[in-house]
């Protein structure tokens, strides 16, 4: 079985600074590791993925996270964060690339001018 | 883009009644799923489906709860008997379920229950 830890509930950020989610997993089987993103009243939508290959992977709006096999974390950048940035994100890990998704409690984040 | 669509986006009705809440997943796709998620909580796997069967089910997935894929291209979730701890956003799935694929794993906008 696997599951993930989002270690902030919350992470309030000033506009056009930098952010970093955290997101720990734990897993007995090789994982691959998602971020979501959850804009208000809107559906999830996929940020980034890590499958294999390269352990940085970057994503659509500037995102990226580094999977680190070591620390069992999979944590999630941008550089400079927009106002339209302000959303909940999940972290998730599933035992298959198809497979079902085992989602963490979310972080949100509000962006502030 | 291909997408996934549910309908309705939004679903009221009385505790006790029977729901049917109903998904169009991407038509190349093999899997389908639907979560759910409670406002303000994780979003929690319910039940995956594939090859007109249950292929995985959670312990929140009971006997109030069944899925069908009656005519090729819906995906249906029917609750019975709602209770007024069923609401919430459900969200359905679908994805291509080949390994290391380009990743078609697409969520709908969702379905939000809620029971009065």
């Known amino acids: 079985a696997q599951s993930v830890t989002q270690l902030d509930s919350q992470v309030p950020v000033f506009e056009e600074a930098p952010v970093e989610l955290r997101c720990n997993y734990s897993s007995s089987v090789s994982v691959y590791l998602f971020w979501y993103v959850q804009y208000p009243n809107q559906g999830l939508q996929l940020l980034l993925k890590y499958l294999s290959g390269s352990t940085l992977v970057k994503g659509i709006n500037g995102f990226e996270a580094e999977f680190n096999k070591s620390q069992t974390s999979f944590h999630l950048r941008k550089p400079s964060v927009h106002i339209s940035d302000t959303a909940e994100y999940f972290c998730a890990v599933s035992a298959d690339s198809w497979g079902k998704l085992q989602f963490g409690a979310g972080t949100q984040v509000v962006v502030t001018p | 883009e291909p997408e996934v669509t549910q309908t309705p986006s939004h679903q009221v009705t009385q505790m006790g009644q029977e729901v049917i809440l109903r998904c169009v997943p991407i038509s190349n796709h093999l899997y389908f799923y639907w979560y759910r998620q409670i406002l303000g909580q994780k979003v929690e796997f319910l039940v995956s489906?594939?090859?007109?069967?249950?292929?995985?089910k959670s312990e929140i997935f009971d006997d109030q709860f069944s899925v069908e894929r009656p005519d090729g291209s819906n995906f249906t979730l029917k609750i019975r008997s709602t209770k007024l701890e069923d609401s919430a956003m459900y969200f359905c799935a679908s994805s291509e379920a080949r390994q290391y694929s380009n990743y078609g794993y697409t969520f709908g906008s969702g379905t939000r229950l809620t029971v009065v």
């Open positions: 489906f594939y090859n007109n069967e249950i292929s995985e």
